[in-house]
């Protein structure tokens, strides 16, 4: 016997802080999902809250290219992605795989934050997902050059993470033991002192 999806969802909420965001709070990354599509209207939501997030110059110098299960974009991502998220992935009803223009369009000079503002945008995106109840995992677990050369992303854009999109799924569902156990572990991070600083080591007092 293991935890349900919603025991699971439960175990991985972060404990509550008053005044921060709910899906802050309550996203995590599940690498079991159901088999249940994404609608467009909801794939849209979470493209329109990208839409808003900040960038350096305004270049907004983001894409997105979104592979719906069946389709040849979805076929590539997940070719490209390596055994190990591939194990797990294909379950997932879309895959999405960000990129970033790396000079700005105003002047042609290098945009040294395109990289920065893409992870902007994709933190807008899961967690808009949360909002209306779908799940993300990002992955680095892929081949860059393959997705590159078989998507055709030009040189001039560099690539982000690969995104797992679809609805939570039951933990049991995943067939291998440390998926699982990866599955229902609790959800760790460092304590405050050890990044909000008040000047370089040493931490911020926000007691
Ligand atoms: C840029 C990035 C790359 C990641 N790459 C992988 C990956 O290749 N495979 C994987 O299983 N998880 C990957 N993750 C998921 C992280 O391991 C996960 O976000 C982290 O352990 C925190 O867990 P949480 O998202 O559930 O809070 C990645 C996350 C990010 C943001």
Known sequence: MTLSALEVSHLKQAPAVEGVLPAVLNRWSPRSFADRDVSTTDLKKLFEAVRWAPSSYNEQPWRFLVGTRNSITYKKIFDALLPFNQ??????????????????????????????????????????AVEIGLSTHQMAGYDQAAARASLGIPENFTLGAVIALGYQGEPAALINQQLLAQEIAPRERKPLSDFVLSAWGEPANLA
């Open 87 to 128: 194990g797990w992935a294909g379950k997932a009803p879309v895959l999405i795989l960000g990129a970033a223009k790396t000079k700005f369009t105003h002047n042609e000079g290098p945009n040294g934050f395109a990289f920065y503002d893409l992870g902007a945008a994709s933190a807008y995106l899961v967690l808009q």
